[in-house]
């Protein structure tokens, strides 16, 4: 083990490819069906977006009967997959660092019910709803599973993919890394917020190689 002792993973559009839940609870929501051609240009970006595009006016109460839909809907979570290559590089991760998982699910167990069905190597979850906006609550969780992974924030870095993961980490003293591939938010803005921005979940081994050569 090098420098670093522990990584910390979001979820959501991290290492899960959760856009046929989106599409799902805004085609329940807003009762209509969304044809895959166009679905397949919008998927990856953020509700109010989606929802212009789709001739709505993503007012407020829309915005959040949608994401209500997208985060308690229990059921539709069924229609998660791992991102391409997350399960295989976290598990080659895992038997070097100590792997935690914080997450803007509502609870720990819809979490540890993904990271099961699809073999991603189990580790200490914290869990909190966060809704759009509240990505700050992550700065406790991440304290609570510095704890739990018996960690402190130099020894660790986090993975996300919204600019809430990088700004949380940063005022826990974590240092982040943002994935773009499925966040909603362009790759230049994240730079702004994260320490560290790579394309891909499976660019991140390597990427680690040469984080630990770095003198900080």
């Known amino acids: 083990m090098g420098k670093f002792k522990a990584m910390i993973f979001d979820v959501d559009a991290t290492i899960c490819d959760n856009t046929e839940r989106k599409r799902r609870a805004i085609e329940e929501t807003l009762n ?10 919008i998927k990856k970006r953020g509700f109010p977006d989606i929802i212009r595009t789709l001739g ?15 985060l308690e809907d229990e059921e539709l ?10 399960v295989g590089t976290l598990n080659a ?5 100590e792997i935690g998982y914080v997450t803007g699910r509502p609870n720990e167990r ?7 069905r699809y073999g991603f190597p189990l580790g200490p979850v914290m869990a909190r709803r966060i809704g ?8 406790e969780m991440f304290k609570e599973i510095l704890k739990k992974l018996n960690a402190s924030p130099s020894e660790s870095v986090s993975v996300g993919d919204m600019p809430e ?22 790759a230049d803005v994240m730079k702004n917020h994260f320490d560290y921005v790579i394309e891909r979940i499976a660019d991140l081994p390597k990427f680690l190689i040469e984080l630990e050569r770095l003198d900080f």
């Open 132 to 139: 759009s906006g509240e990505g700050m609550k992550k700065v």
């Open 32 to 41: 209509i069906i969304i044809p895959d051609e166009i679905y397949s240009r």
């Open 165 to 186: 993961d990088g700004l949380a980490s940063r005022t826990v003293g974590i240092l982040s890394v943002g994935v773009a591939e499925f966040s909603t938010v362009e």
């Open 93 to 97: 991760l895992a038997s070097i660092y």
């Open 77 to 86: 979570y069924v229609l998660d997959k791992p991102v391409e290559g997350a």
């Open 110 to 116: 819809l979490a540890l019910n993904f990271l099961k």
């Open 56 to 70: 709505f006016e993503p007012g407020k109460d829309v915005v959040k009967k949608v994401e209500e839909r997208f």
